[in-house]
């Protein structure tokens, strides 16, 4: 769904609940380290949420059909190699 989001309170709980929330998203809407949604805001609240437990993260956008959003969690708490910011 475009309107897809995370409440900004939800991004207001401890560390723990964080990561299982994070652990969710990725269980529903991704795979591996991936979340994957056609909501631009649900990928900005991604990035919020992953920067929030000290995680680096990349953006990338893909044109189909549709606007196509993925956010990749590093597999470490190094920077990615390369940054994608979608627009």
Known sequence: ARNKTIPGWALEYSPRFLQNLLD???DSDGYGNK???ISG??????GELST???LYF??????NKESFNCL???NSRAPCKKS???Q
């Open 24 to 26: 969710g998203l990725i």
């Open 35 to 37: 979340v994957t949604s």
């Open 41 to 46: 805001n649900l990928m900005a609240k991604c």
């Open 52 to 54: 929030k437990l000290g």
């Open 58 to 63: 990349t953006v990338s956008m893909q044109k």
């Open 72 to 74: 990749k969690i590093c």
């Open 84 to 86: 994608i910011y979608a």
